[in-house]
């Protein structure tokens, strides 16, 4: 029994967690930290970091050590340079360094590209990281926004319950044919309808959600509205201004342009294969020669006599290579050219989608202005059908003709309203 209730305690704090409404910046964080295709962003960008250090540690000299054994069987060239039918064998060991001098600035060059493609992979994975942040508040208003569609659907539900309740007591006291309340009861069922596809619509809206956060369950998801929705917190930003900022310090742009940085060092990298490369070696050996039939020296003996070291400058200049070299600058400089226009394509979409984000946002805020009214018009010509009802000057029809009206209407206000509201927040976080 005291198994149970200590797990109980400790899963009560992530059941309490569970049932209470997420917050978009929790939503945000839950995404970034299940995302797959952040992760594996975050691979490809640890891979360029290493590429860009190994880029910086080429400039250091190498250093390795050799060991070998050989046999020979038969003639065997002896210590007078001399060969005899004699078998031998020959133990050898060195240590050889190289370091390079000069190599018409490639390597510096390859450090500069490694850099900027390392710099783009960062920024290419903040576009990821935006992108989900833009995702799942899309995800997160809709939800609000089809918590207030069932919410109407509810109390427009609520509003025709009543007026059967009223009927009823009118039938009951002989004041009303119950014939009248079919026309009420088909209605009820239509609007129960209204209800119940709302609410589907919200379980897949909150699915949805839940998938985008990877969650396993989403039956107890639930999530709170933001407090700087209100209107009067709310600051259209203009296209040009946003526009003018975005071009600076967008990611996409940023990663269009570090690749063109690099395609620029690939042309400087092949063209330094025209220029010679000199390179600085050293060797330091010794070894142990043995062979049958004659007196051999100790082994220690002869790896202290047969020590050598040697040091030398090597000098590389290319004459004619097939014009490979010719060639591959071309290539490079065609990649240049293509990393241009990949520049101007990012520019040209960010714009596009700034400029529509800004214009649907005014077509969203004059929708929501002009529903405002409209609701008012159409709350004041339910209230006058409902009193002509009641008068017996109107019939049930043209009761809900007016209150079918007056849904539509609170409909496309809400629509217009978090249109507007995720609109505004888009250009916020693209600026």
């Not at 060239?77 to 240590?95: E, P």
């Not at 839940?210 to 917190?233: I, S």
């Amino acid at each position: 029994m005291k198994k149970y209730i200590i797990i109980i305690i400790l899963l009560a704090p992530v059941l309490i967690m569970a049932q209470r409404p997420w917050t978009l910046q929790q939503c945000v964080d839950t995404a970034l930290a299940n995302n797959r295709n952040v992760k594996q962003q975050s691979f490809l960008k640890k891979s360029k970091d290493i590429a860009y250090e190994q880029a910086r540690q080429n400039l250091l000299p190498d250093l390795n050590a050799s060991a070998g054994q050989n046999w020979n069987f038969g003639r065997s060239l002896a210590a007078d340079n001399v060969y005899q039918s004699s078998n031998s064998s020959k133990t050898s060991f060195g240590i050889s360094s190289g370091l390079t001098l000069f190599d018409g600035m490639k390597m510096k060059y390859n450090i500069d590209a490694s850099r900027a493609d390392m710099l783009a992979s960062e920024a290419d994975l903040e576009k990821i990281k935006q992108d989900i942040t833009m995702n799942v508040a899309l995800g997160f208003m809709q939800i609000l926004l089809n918590k207030e569609l069932l919410q109407i659907a509810n109390e427009q539900l609520g509003l025709t319950h009543a007026k059967i309740e009223q009927r009823k007591a009118l039938v009951a006291s002989g004041k009303l044919a119950e014939g009248e309340m079919l026309e009420l009861y088909a209605q009820e069922s239509k609007e129960e309808m209204s209800r119940l596809q709302a609410e589907n619509t919200l379980k897949l809206s909150l699915l949805d959600l839940a998938q985008y956060l990877e969650l396993e369950h989403f039956e107890d998801l639930d999530v709170v509205a933001p407090e700087n929705l209100l209107e009067n917190e709310l600051q259209l930003l203009s296209a040009n201004e946003v526009i003018a900022s975005a071009l600076n310090h967008r990611p996409e742009i940023k990663g269009a342009e570090y690749r063109l940085k690099s395609s620029e060092y690939n042309v400087l990298i092949a063209k330094g294969n025209y220029m010679p490369t000199l390179s600085l070696g050293a060797n330091y050996g010794t070894g142990y020669y043995n062979m049958s039939n004659i007196p051999n020296n100790s082994f220690g003996k002869q790896l202290n006599d047969n020590m050598s070291a040697t040091l030398g400058l090597n000098l590389s200049i290319p004459i004619f290579n097939k014009y490979q070299v010719r060639n591959n600058v071309r290539s490079a400089e065609l990649g240049v050219k293509s990393s241009k226009i990949s520049v101007d394509n990012a520019k040209l979409e960010l714009k596009k989608t700034i400029q529509q984000a800004y214009y649907n946002a005014l077509g969203a805020k004059a929708r929501w202005d002009a529903s405002q009214k409209s609701e008012t018009a159409s709350r004041e010509a339910y209230r006058f059908a409902n009193q002509k009802y009641e008068a017996g000057r109107a019939s049930l029809y043209e009761l809900y003709q007016a209150k079918n009206n007056l849904t539509q209407v609170l409909g496309e206000k809400i629509q217009a309203k978090y249109q507007y509201f995720f609109r505004v927040k888009m250009l916020e976080l693209m600026k």
